[in-house]
């Protein structure tokens, strides 16, 4: 539609379930109509939104009149593009999420021959997204717009709109006039952890409440003085499946990873884990997923992205299914876990360092319960020169 819009052409859109029918021929008497129509409004720019569900041609002749049809309809629309009768100033555009679904012909030169994949949001993206439907509100204008779009890497446009939505619904449930920050910052939370703070709230013991804010703390000094990006926000409300949650933004959305940077993801994963160990004594499940996930990038880094001793140059990732003998199973996972004590060492030589740190901030969480903004900084002492651990776990 902007694509029209900017070429001061006419727009017509249709979906790929328009050309099917209940009636025979009537599939195809659509094509015509529509391409006809196209011709007489040119220029003019034809979208066929989910073009997969015109489907693919079939050579087997099982399916009855149903499939011929469905080959009939396919055939017309390729016709109307290359055929003999002139398309000009006619441009037809698809969209599918299954592109391997759609007819090998529809792809061939002169059709659907440029293919455009359309990725996700970058970071100055989110934030000019954020901008423009925050903008749309009565809002505090005291919203971080550059750390909501950190906090929401690999988000839709649809997601960020929905995100701002339910801000808004928030803020009118309660009463108030404008947005704030924090109604954001909480929707951000619904979206990606999947419901309101749970019931479950209420259930928690002051034991448990202490172990989870030691836990969270955990995660966030190790992240920070790992420097693996920002520390974003802390909670010990519980949200979805998860108790408590520490948003760490990366400070680059750079697709590769150093070996350095997933070594201290280690770290920061088990570092609630250590903080539960160091200040309890002892270990709750409440790290189960944090050990899966550490598991899961320590048999990757050993087995897929060459951070090996053992193995080297090689990757197990290509080799065949049959030659993966019990041997080299044993082998990655030795040396997955070598990985896994290697920064859980690192990581309890930084906690046991910053242990005052962890408990005042082990204890904001349990008076505020969730920590954010110049507070949370104070409190990880940003603006402090970081410990000289960032580069330790290469």
Not at 115 to 140: A, E, W
Request: glycine letters at 10%; one cysteine or more.
């Amino acid at each position: 539609k902007a694509l029209a819009g900017e070429s001061k052409a006419n727009f017509i859109a249709v979906d790929g379930s328009y050309f099917t029918a209940m009636f025979y021929g009537a599939g195809v008497a659509k094509v015509k109509e529509l391409f006809k129509l196209a011709r007489k409004n040119a220029p003019c720019v034809l979208f066929i939104d989910e073009v997969d569900g015109i489907g693919t041609r079939s050579t087997g002749g099982s399916g009855g009149g149903a499939e011929s049809e469905l080959n009939r309809i396919i055939n017309r629309v390729l016709v109307e593009m290359d055929g003999f009768e002139s398309l000009d100033n006619v441009v037809v555009v698809a969209a599918t999420n299954h592109e391997d679904n759609v007819d090998p012909a529809m792809r061939r030169p002169g059709r659907f021959d440029l293919l455009v994949r359309l990725g996700l949001p970058t970071l100055p993206d989110r934030q000019q997204l954020f901008d423009l439907y925050i903008n749309k509100l009565s809002h505090d204008g005291l919203s971080d717009t550059a750390a909501l779009a950190r906090m929401t890497a690999g988000l839709s446009p649809a997601d960020i709109a929905n995100i701002v939505n339910k801000a808004a619904s928030s803020a009118a449930e309660a009463g108030a006039q404008t947005v704030s920050y924090e109604n954001f910052l909480r929707a951000i939370e619904t979206q990606q952890l999947g419901g309101e703070v749970s019931a479950v709230k209420g259930l928690l013991s002051e034991s448990t409440r202490e172990r989870l804010a030691y836990h969270e703390a955990g995660h966030a000094l190790v992240g920070h003085w790992l420097q693996l990006g920002a520390v974003e926000r802390v909670t010990i409300e519980p949200r979805g499946q998860a108790l408590g949650v520490t948003y760490i933004s990366r400070g680059t959305e750079d697709p590769l990873y150093a070996q350095a940077e997933l070594s201290n993801r280690l770290a920061m994963m088990l570092g609630g884990r250590e903080a539960e160990l160091l200040v309890k004594g002892s270990v709750s499940s409440g790290a189960s997923d944090d050990l899966k996930r550490a598991s899961e990038l320590a048999i990757s880094m050993v087995g897929s992205l060459g951070f090996s001793k053992t193995f080297g140059l090689l990757s197990v990732a290509g080799v065949p299914k049959e030659l993966l003998g019990p041997d080299i199973q044993s082998a990655v996972l030795q040396e997955a876990r070598a990985m896994l004590e290697q920064a859980q060492a690192h990581c309890e030589q930084l906690l046991r360092s910053r242990r005052w740190q962890l408990d005042a901030l082990a204890q904001a969480l349990l008076q505020r319960e969730v920590l954010c903004g110049d507070e949370l900084k104070g409190l990880l002492g940003v603006g402090n020169e970081p410990l000289a651990l960032a580069g330790m776990l290469a």
